[in-house]
C-alpha cells in the first residue's frame, strides 16, 4: 500500500492531505478578507446580502471540510519530522501549533454558526444542505458569537501567517523538505 499516493507514509504527506491543506488554506484566506470587507458594508449596499450568503456558503462547506480532513488524519499516518536537527522543544511546538491550528478552525466554524443562527433560522448551504440552528438560544448570541468569532479569526490568520514563516524557514534556512512534502507528494519507498 506504501505507493498508494494518496495517503500518507511516515516520510511524506499524500495526495488527499496537500490537497485539503491547500484548498482550505486559500479559502480561509479569502473568507477573512471577505468578512473584514462585508462587515463595512450596509443593508443599502447592492452586495451586503450577496457578500454574507457567499460568507457562510463557503464557511460552512468549509466546516463539512474540516470534519472530512480530520477523519482523513485520524485514519491515516502523520508524517515525523524531518528536521533531524530539530530539539525536542521544536518538535513539540509544531505539534501543538498544528493541533492549535485544527481547534482554532473548529470554533472559528461554530461561532460562525451561531452567529448566522441566532435568530433561529437554519443556513442552507448553497441551497444543498439546511443547517438547522439548535433548539436553544442565548441572549446576545449573535453579539457574543460575533466577538469570538472576529478574535478567532485575527488569532487563526496570525497563527497561520508564523506557521507559514517556519515552513519558510525550514526550506530556506534549514533546506530540508518540510515544504517540499506539502507541495507535492514526494517517491513512494
Ligand atoms: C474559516 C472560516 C472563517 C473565517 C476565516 C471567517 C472570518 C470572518 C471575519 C474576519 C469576519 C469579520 C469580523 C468582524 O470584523 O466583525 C467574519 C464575520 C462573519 N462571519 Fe465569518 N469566518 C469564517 C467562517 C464563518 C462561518 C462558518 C460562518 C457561518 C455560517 C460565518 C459567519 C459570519 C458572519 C455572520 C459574520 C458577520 C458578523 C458580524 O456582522 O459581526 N463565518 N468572518
Ligand atoms: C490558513 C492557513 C493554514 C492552515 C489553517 C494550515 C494548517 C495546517 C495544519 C493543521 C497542518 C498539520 C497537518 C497534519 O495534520 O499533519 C499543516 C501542515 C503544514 N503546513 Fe499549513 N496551514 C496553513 C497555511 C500554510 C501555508 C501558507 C504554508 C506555507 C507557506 C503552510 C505550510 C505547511 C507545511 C510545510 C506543513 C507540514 C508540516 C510538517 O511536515 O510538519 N501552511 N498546516
Not at 449596499?45 to 456558503?57: C, F
Not at 433561529?120 to 448551504?125: F, H, L, Q, S
Not at 497561520?160 to 517517491?187: C, D, E, Q
Request: overall charge positive.
Amino acid at each position: 500500500m506504501s505507493n498508494n499516493i494518496f495517503k500518507n507514509t511516515e516520510s511524506s504527506y499524500g495526495l488527499i492531505a496537500i490537497i485539503f491543506h491547500w484548498l482550505m488554506a486559500v479559502a480561509i484566506f479569502s473568507l477573512f478578507g471577505l468578512g473584514l470587507y462585508m462587515v463595512e458594508l450596509t443593508y443599502y449596499d447592492a452586495w451586503y446580502k450577496g457578500s454574507l450568503d457567499l460568507h457562510k456558503n463557503i464557511g460552512m462547506t468549509l466546516f463539512v471540510a474540516l470534519m472530512l480532513r480530520v477523519f482523513w488524519r485520524v485514519v491515516n499516518v502523520t508524517p515525523k519530522n524531518v528536521d533531524q536537527s530539530a530539539s525536542k522543544l521544536e518538535v513539540k511546538s509544531a505539534h501543538y501549533a498544528h493541533v492549535a491550528l485544527y481547534a482554532l478552525m473548529a470554533i472559528l466554524m461554530i461561532s460562525g454558526y451561531l452567529i448566522s443562527t441566532a435568530d433561529g433560522r437554519a443556513i442552507d448551504i448553497f441551497g444543498l444542505l439546511s443547517i438547522p440552528a439548535l433548539p436553544i438560544s442565548i441572549n446576545n448570541q449573535e453579539d457574543i458569537a460575533g466577538n469570538i468569532h472576529e478574535i478567532l479569526a485575527w488569532t487563526l490568520v496570525l497563527l497561520s501567517a508564523g506557521h507559514a514563516l517556519a515552513a519558510l524557514k525550514h526550506h530556506f534556512i534549514n533546506k530540508n523538505n518540510t515544504l517540499v512534502r506539502m507541495l507535492k507528494v514526494l517517491p513512494r519507498k
